[in-house]
C-alpha cells in the first residue's frame, strides 16, 4: 500500500480549501455587485417613474396629451436601452421616442413595481410597473418605465473577470505561502528523521539538539527507550557473561577428574567424559557469543576499519611469521564500520587467524567502501574447500581437520555476527588457490558523536 505523505496531504488541503474559499469570495462578490448595480437602476427608474407622472396630461374628455418631455436624452434616442409607455385599457395609448415603433409587452399576470420584462430585439429590461388613476379617466393608467439590463450585465461581466484575475493572483500567493508553511511546519520532524538516521548509522547515541513543544515530548520518549534498550542489552550481555563464568568451574572439574579417570586406567570412560566436557565448553561458547550478537543491529559506534586491521595484523605476524607467513593488508583510513570495535575484531581477526592456520605463505586482506555498506576480503593461498565444505563451514563446531586448533566456531560467530548487523559472511575460492573470505558489513560516515 503506497504511503501518503504528510506534508503533501496538508498542502493539498490548504490548497483545495483556499480555492474553494475565494471561488466562492468571487461568486459572493459577483452577487453583490450585480445586486448593487440593479438597486442603482431601480431607484434612477423610480426618479424617472415620478417625472413621468409628472409630465403627463389628460384633456377633458380623457385623452393622452402629448407633452411629455423627459428630462434624460436617451429616451429620445432610438433604441437607447431607456423607454416608457402608457397602457390604457391594455393597448398602449402613449410611448417614448426611443421605442419607435415597438412596444413592451406586459402581460395582465404582471404585479407588482419592480419587474423583469423583455424588450425591443430580445434585451431583458428592468423596469417599473404601477397603475394609477387620473381625473377624467374612468379605467386606471399603466404606467411603466423600463432600462435594459445589458450595461449591467456587462459592468458584471467585467468585474467578474477582474476579480478572478486578483483573487487567482492571490490564490497563488495563499497557496505559495501554505506551501512554505507546512515545509516550515513540518521541517522539525525533517531533523528528527535525519537524527535518527545518524543513530542508525552509529554517528550518535541520543537525539539532541531543540525541537517545538509539540514534537519535544517524542524526543524524550524516543530518547528513554534508546537509555531503556542499552541497559537491557548490557545486562543481557552481562548475565550470560556470568552464567558462562559460573560454569568453568564445575566443568574443570569434571575434567580433572576425567583426567585422573584416563590415569587410573579408565580411559574409556575418561575419554567419553572428556568429549561431554568439550561439547558443553562448545556450546557455552556458542550461546555466549550469540548473546554478545543480540542488539548489534542497532549498535551505534563507529570503529575505524584500518586501525582494527593493523592491529590484528601485528599480532598474528608475531604468532605465524616464523614460519615465514606473510600477511598483506590494503585498508583505506577513511572507512568506518557501524558498529561494536570488538565485534569487528572478533569477526576479521577469527577470519585472519583462520586464513593463517591454513596458509601456506600468504594471507592478503582487502578493505573497500561501497555506496552504504564495507567489504573485507580475507584471502589465502592454503589448500581451500570445496563448495559443498564451504557450505557447511559456518555450521557451529564444524571442523575439517582435528589436527588443527580450533572449536569450529569461528565462522559460524562470524556469519552470526554479520547477519546482526544485516550484513553477510561468503566463502568463496581465492585467486591465490585457498579460500576467500568475503564480509560486507554497514558503514559509518564517520567518528560517534554523542
Not at 5 to 15: H, I, K, N, T
Not at 65 to 93: F, N, T
Not at 286 to 311: C, E, F
Not at 358 to 383: F, K, T
Amino acid at each position: 500500500m503506497a504511503r501518503t505523505s504528510l506534508q503533501r496531504r496538508l498542502f493539498v488541503g490548504a490548497a483545495i480549501w483556499i480555492v474553494l474559499a475565494l471561488v466562492t469570495t468571487a461568486l459572493l462578490l459577483s452577487v453583490l455587485f450585480r445586486n448593487h448595480l440593479e438597486n442603482d437602476l431601480a431607484r434612477r427608474l423610480d426618479a424617472d417613474f415620478l417625472q413621468l407622472v409628472s409630465q403627463f396630461d389628460v384633456d377633458a374628455q380623457g385623452r393622452l396629451l402629448h407633452s411629455v418631455a423627459m428630462s434624460d436624452p436617451l429616451y429620445q434616442r432610438v433604441l437607447s436601452g431607456r423607454y416608457w409607455q402608457i397602457e390604457r385599457g391594455g393597448v398602449v395609448s402613449l410611448h417614448s421616442r426611443s421605442l419607435w415603433d415597438a412596444t413592451i409587452a406586459i402581460g395582465p399576470q404582471v404585479s407588482g413595481e419592480l419587474v423583469r420584462l423583455t424588450g425591443p430585439r430580445g434585451v431583458p429590461l428592468l423596469a417599473v410597473v404601477r397603475d394609477i388613476t387620473v381625473p377624467n379617466v374612468a379605467e386606471p393608467l399603466r404606467l411603466t418605465v423600463a432600462a435594459s439590463l445589458a450595461p449591467v450585465n456587462d459592468a458584471v461581466a467585467e468585474f467578474r473577470r477582474t476579480t478572478l484575475i486578483a483573487l487567482g493572483v492571490l490564490a497563488t500567493g495563499l497557496i505559495l505561502a501554505a506551501a512554505l508553511q507546512v515545509r516550515l511546519g513540518l521541517r522539525p520532524l525533517g531533523k528528527l528523521r535525519r537524527e535518527l538516521a545518524t543513530i542508525r548509522n552509529s554517528r550518535a547515541t541520543r537525539l539532541s539538539g531543540d525541537y517545538p513543544a509539540e514534537v519535544a515530548p517524542l524526543v524524550s520518549d524516543l530518547n528513554s527507550v534508546l537509555a531503556h534498550n542499552e541497559t537491557l542489552i548490557e545486562r543481557a550481555r552481562r548475565q550470560a557473561g556470568n552464567l558462562a563464568h559460573a560454569l568453568k568451574t564445575p566443568l574443570s572439574v569434571i575434567g580433572n577428574e576425567a583426567t585422573r579417570m584416563a590415569t587410573a586406567g579408565e580411559t574409556r570412560r575418561a575419554a567419553r567424559l572428556q568429549h561431554e566436557v568439550a561439547a558443553m565448553q562448545r556450546h557455552i561458547d556458542w550461546h555466549l557469543a550469540r548473546t554478545r550478537i543480540a542488539g548489534r543491529a542497532g549498535s551505534r559506534q563507529a570503529t575505524a576499519v584500518a586501525d582494527v586491521v593493523a592491529r590484528l595484523q601485528r599480532t598474528l605476524q608475531r604468532l605465524y611469521g616464523d614460519s615465514g607467513l606473510v600477511i598483506d593488508i590494503d585498508s583505506p583510513d577513511d572507512i568506518y564500520f557501524a558498529g561494536e570495535q570488538r565485534d569487528l575484531e572478533q569477526m576479521l581477526g577469527n577470519l585472519m587467524e583462520n586464513a593463517c592456520k591454513w596458509a601456506r605463505g600468504v594471507v592478503e586482506v582487502h578493505v573497500d567502501a561501497q555506496a552504504e555498506s564495507l567489504a573485507l576480503w580475507v584471502n589465502d593461498d592454503g589448500p581451500g574447500l570445496t563448495p559443498e565444505q564451504r557450505a557447511q563451514a559456518i555450521r557451529p563446531g564444524q571442523r575439517f581437520d582435528e589436527a588443527v586448533p580450533g572449536s569450529g566456531l569461528g565462522l559460524a560467530i562470524v556469519s552470526d555476527l554479520a547477519e546482526a548487523y544485516a550484513g553477510e559472511l561468503v566463502l568463496d575460492r581465492a585467486e591465490l588457490g585457498g579460500l576467500s573470505a568475503r564480509l560486507t558489513l554497514p558503514k559509518s560516515s564517520g567518528a560517534l558523536t554523542s
